[in-house]
């Protein structure tokens, strides 16, 4: 293996328009100098926004992802514009937070991941979403989330 772990990346450091579509986004992985160790990474995104498929009316989320890596770590420019692209991309609540972790796992192969969605009200009701591919790693410090239940989510 190199010793430059970033050579193969095509986004960071560089230009790179928003995808229109998740499908179109390209995440990329690195990998983990550590992966010797067990430890958390968590990614927030307090203001993701996609479209409601029927009414193309937006929809907010406050995102929580953690994972525990394995032999790759998701380089985060790619995770932005790989969020990014949910933006104008019309998709239920469950949808979008399940495609995210889906690709995630595709990418990563984590020994763990988990992510909240947690859903701004559409029609006076908050959508929280809740995945994770199964128990966490003994000895892993896996923080609360600590994202409150609605009552204006700030």
Known sequence: MSDNIYENLTQLGSHTALPDDPKDAVLERVPNPKKDMEYNVRFTAPEFTSLCPLTGAPDFAHLMIDYVPGDWLVESKSLKLFLGSFRNHGSFHEDCTLEIAKRLVEITE?????????????????IDVFYQTGEAPKGVWIPEQGVPPYKGRG
Not at 110 to 126: A, E, F, M, V
């Open 110 to 126: 984590p020994k763990w991941l988990r992510i909240g969605g947690y859903w701004y009200p559409r029609g006076g009701i908050p």
